[in-house]
């Protein structure tokens, strides 16, 4: 009875992983059938748990140069006696071995492999060519431009591979390109963190400071009109100024406002002066985008020159990474139009992968766009305020 | 199995290329068996890598009649662990849940699962160690019953009834219910 029991659970079990339903197989023993339910129903729970167990693709990637590297290491060593070797620890081994590919890729080699697909020998050393190509890449914008076009170099082998029926190639350069695809978005978003962080730090002081243009007061007077928002804000002392002066007060940290002779000094403002104004900034450029011409009291933009250079920037970036996952998408697309059976599995997981990350990515610069617009109406609106006032 | 068969026998003559096809077809598989008998995910990284080091070392002196390459592999995975584990219990101890909370990526995310893995690792841990080993080889990484068999030198019938007593005890050490 046991053993029965023992059979007819694995034969479930061997059937359920083929695809067949739990009530059809559980059906096929009556006679144990509410037992072999609640014992599937617990290793489904089990496998259910342990299904995030699963290598890191960027751990599976390195680990494969690594090997790469050792092998090339190993195979330079003499086959009868390999006393220097056996003597070594495995990490000093492996840092050897790093230490060997990296001499690999110095060489001419390197050249010849940037063409190799994942079943050529040199494929090993065209990926840590572009490992170095991304070492050397230091800015964020540039390396999510450079994961972006390496997912384009991966689409296409993925596409070789499956023209050739090598579905396990197609499966392990899929997961490179996964890799590389998020690695794209994580520093594309790194970017537009540091973009927004400006933007966040100009708009702010926009809509809060309120510069009422007057005409020019008599000597011994200024008029400031500062919503006071901030205590440092409220805590200005308008300049003193014998030649009559109209005194802007930026949102600042510190409220530290002089002024001698019809100049604004602005203490935490911008990164950069648009209109040549004599302007004093102090501190970190976090806060204030306008600064008040003196004898007209009108506003003058200065950070929003610099942010929109940004955006422009990120909008350009966005749209190369659009580019690049968008010719992934056909690549593969096409590709699984002429695939063979064995292939199409695996290149149908590829191509939802990069379909799924082109959408995102258009997402993001469709959202882009709307966030571009609102600053630009925040600001006109805050205008008109001022000019009705 | 035949496909395995070929790619070994290339390797052993010296194809990296077909190793490289080997380690891809069993690199996942070896990382789970390892990762849910150690403390953490650094310690799994580092013991797969050692795994696939050895295993390259060691091919050329490989005969496939003497046990199929899977069971091989798998027990220099097993050898590797055993080797790790004394080691590590010589050492200063880490707790199984705060080794786990150190390597996991983003907190918020990860906690949910981290919890439901570190759950199944102290089931397991509690289990006789022969149906560790069965529930670990068959339902973490998914080997056959010929290969389990293979791996732990055990006939195809006990690895079935070690197989059913480990699923039974893992439902009472997970759910409090003995079924079994």
């Not at chain 1, 006696?81 to 390197?110: E, K, M, W």
């Not at chain 1, 350009?316 to 998408?329: D, E, F, H, Y």
């Not at chain 2, 690792?121 to 529930?135: G, I, M, N, S, T």
């Amino acid at each position: 009875m046991a053993k029965k029991i023992e059979e007819a659970f694995n034969d479930c079990f061997e059937r359920l992983m083929s695809g067949e339903s739990l009530d059809s197989c559980v059906n096929s023993y009556p006679e144990f059938a509410e037992e072999l339910d609640v014992m599937l129903r617990t290793v489904f729970d089990v496998k259910r748990k342990a299904y995030p167990v699963q290598p890191s693709p960027e751990f599976k990637y390195w680990s494969r140069v690594r090997l790469q590297g050792v092998q090339s290491y190993l195979d330079r060593q003499p086959a009868p006696s390999q006393p220097f070797f056996s003597g070594l620890r495995a990490n000093l081994a492996i840092a050897l071995a790093s230490f060997l590919v990296i001499i690999i890729v110095s060489s001419s080699t390197a050249f010849a492999s940037s063409t190799a697909l994942p079943d050529q020998p040199l494929y090993g050393i065209k990926l840590a060519v572009e490992q170095s190509q991304l070492a050397l890449t230091t800015s964020d914008s540039k390396k999510a431009e450079l994961y972006a076009r390496l997912v384009e170099k991966r689409a296409e082998e993925i596409a070789a591979m499956a023209n050739q029926g090598k579905s396990d190639k197609v499966d392990s350069t899929t997961a490179i390109m996964n890799y590389q695809l998020d690695q794209a978005a994580t520093f594309l978003q790194r970017y537009e963190t540091s973009v927004a962080e400006v933007q966040a730090s100009t708009l702010p002081a926009a809509a809060t400071t309120t510069t009422v243009p007057v005409p020019p007061p008599p000597p011994q007077e200024t008029t400031s009109t500062t919503t006071a928002t901030q205590p440092a804000a409220s805590s200005v002392t308008a300049p003193t100024t014998t030649t009559g002066t109209t005194t802007a007060t930026g949102t600042s940290t510190s409220g530290q406002t002089s002024g001698t002779t019809g100049t604004t000094s602005t203490t935490g403002a911008a990164t950069g002066g648009a209109s040549g104004q004599s302007t004093t900034t102090t501190g970190k450029s976090t806060t204030g985008t306008t600064s008040t011409d003196n004898k007209t009291g009108q506003k003058q933009p200065q950070q929003p020159v610099v942010s929109a250079q940004r955006l422009a920037e990120l909008n350009k970036i966005k749209a190369n990474i659009n580019a690049s996952t968008s010719k992934s998408v056909t690549v593969l697309q096409n590709a699984l139009d002429k695939a063979p059976d064995n292939a199409r599995a695996g290149l149908s997981n590829a191509l939802d992968r990069a379909k799924l990350a082109n959408q995102k990515f258009l997402l993001q610069q469709q959202q882009q766009l709307q966030l571009q617009q609102q600053p630009n109406t925040t600001n006109k609106g805050t205008t008109d305020t001022q000019n009705t006032k | 199995m035949l496909i395995e068969e070929q790619l070994v026998q290339r390797a052993i003559n010296g194809d990296k290329d077909a190793f490289t096809h080997i380690y891809d077809m069993h690199f996942d598989k070896i990382y789970r068996y390892i990762y849910v008998k150690v403390r953490s995910q650094a310690e799994a990284e580092d013991l797969t890598q050692d795994v696939f080091i050895k295993a390259y070392e060691g091919i050329r002196s490989y005969k496939w009649r003497d046990l199929p390459f899977t069971a091989w592999l798998f027990r220099i995975a097993h050898n590797r662990v055993i080797d790790h584990v004394r080691k590590a219990s010589r050492e200063k101890k880490t707790g199984l849940e705060e080794a786990d909370a150190i390597s996991s990526g983003d907190p918020v995310y990860m906690s949910e699962q981290n919890f439901e893995v570190y759950q199944l690792k102290v089931a397991l841990q509690q289990l006789p160690d022969a149906q560790r080993e069965v529930a670990t080889l068959r339902f973490i990484s998914e080997l056959s019953i010929a290969e389990v068999a293979s791996a732990l030198g055990k006939s195809e019938g006990t690895v079935k009834a070690l197989q059913f007593n480990a699923v039974a005890s893992l439902r009472k050490l997970l759910y409090g219910k003995f079924d079994g």
